[in-house]
């Protein structure tokens, strides 16, 4: 099975994480027990940070399905990339062993008070003796951090955007916060989420920290990004970069009718104002009820090296004036008819959220009817 293949084999097993034993021993058999181990493998290797441990540790993952055992070694050192290698390693020092199915629920079943399924031994030579002094607690910082990765449980996206390089949080922007109140609901979900701008130019390896912060955000989720330059090196689990132009509209539809629809599409491509406004006409009709359209970056609407305006704050070609005029999209019952039918935001535009250089569009239905004719429109009482 190649790489991608056992990438894209996980989709299947996120949704059936929390349905019957039979559903879930289906979708492992229909893949193969070790192709599927190979991906969660890859996606625990994705999950860890860098280690700042005193001494390298080999941690031993064993996975058993229908007698079968399956195992790897991780290794973790200091400021290096946690790495893994098939089969059980001599000088591994402790053991984790979990069901197949088990570590599938483990690590993409929904978040909840759950009591993990796993075992944890020491995997010393001597097992009837701790390990030396000096090994202690290295042993005990390696298994924080794979037993964390392991884990349900969410980590801050603020601490995710620095561990990945992000800009959204510290010295440039303070997004993050306002991405968790309104993504805090659809995080325990398999969402899937595009992103427009990769960054690192074109440089093919460089850039991509805000995917890999979602990827972690999201633990069932898929996460696409879009660039103008080939970004392939930084694919892997749970994660493809495409390559195309957000101001091709023709693009635009073609991605969106092979991987949408999308929860969550976020603009973070190049900040030009009419590449913003193609971008959004293209793709807004395709983010699903109940998801968002988050543009970033509103300071370049004040910009004309950016085809913003600082001077006309009307000017209809800049990204916030259309923002602006979002407004009166989400209250068109409201206003005189017009001629011809809604447009996509008067009809699916259900709130407007703008913080500072940044705003969350909310999908859904706006047809709640205009206020009840019986309601005087003057004041009665002048």
């Not at 701790?130 to 924080?144: C, F, G, K, N, V």
């Not at 884990?151 to 959204?168: C, E, N, Q, T, W």
């Amino acid at each position: 099975m190649s790489d991608m293949q056992t990438r894209e084999s996980l989709e299947p097993l996120i949704a059936v994480a929390d349905a019957s034993v039979q559903a879930l021993q289906d979708a492992i058999d229909a893949r193969g027990p070790r192709a599927v181990t190979a991906a969660l493998v890859e996606e625990l290797l994705a999950r860890c940070p860098a280690p700042q441990i005193e001494r390298e540790v080999l941690v031993r993952l064993d996975v058993t399905h229908d007698g079968e055992l399956i195992s790897s070694t991780l290794r973790l050192a200091a400021g290096q990339p946690v790495t893994a290698q098939d089969g059980a390693h001599p000088d591994a020092v402790m053991t984790i062993d979990y069901e197949l199915t088990e570590l599938v629920r483990e690590m993409y079943g929904r978040t909840g008070d759950r009591t993990p399924v796993r075992g944890l031994r020491l995997a010393t030579a001597d097992q009837d003796h701790y390990p030396p002094r000096e090994l202690q607690r290295p042993i005990s910082e390696a298994m924080t951090i794979v037993l964390g990765a392991l884990s349900a449980r969410p980590p801050d996206l603020g601490a995710l955007a620095v561990r990945f390089g992000s800009d959204k949080w510290g010295n440039v922007h303070w997004f993050t916060q306002h991405y968790e109140r309104h993504f805090a609901r659809l995080r325990d979900e398999p969402v899937r989420l595009l992103e427009l701008g990769i960054g690192g130019y074109e440089h093919p390896d460089q850039g991509g920290g805000s995917l890999r912060m979602w990827r972690s955000y999201f633990r069932r989720g898929q996460v696409y990004g879009l660039d103008l330059f080939s970004k392939t090196d930084l694919d892997g689990i749970r994660l493809r970069t495409l390559r195309g132009d957000q101001n091709d509209p023709d693009c635009l539809a073609r991605i969106a009718a092979e991987f949408g629809p999308f929860d969550i599409i976020i603009d973070d491509g190049s900040h030009i104002n009419e590449h913003v406004l193609t971008s959004f006409r293209a793709l807004f009709p395709h983010v699903r009820p109940g998801g968002f359209y988050v543009i970033e970056d509103l300071w370049t609407s004040y910009l004309p090296g950016y085809g913003g305006d600082g001077q006309d704050l009307d000017n209809p070609s800049t990204m916030l004036v259309m923002i602006k005029s979002l407004v009166d999209a989400l209250h068109h019952e409201e206003r005189a008819p017009r001629p011809g039918p809604p447009t996509a935001a008067e009809q699916h535009l259900a709130g407007l959220h703008v913080y500072h250089n940044i705003a969350f569009l909310e999908k859904g239905r706006n047809a709640e009817g205009r206020i009840p004719a019986w309601i005087p429109r003057a004041p009665y009482w002048l």
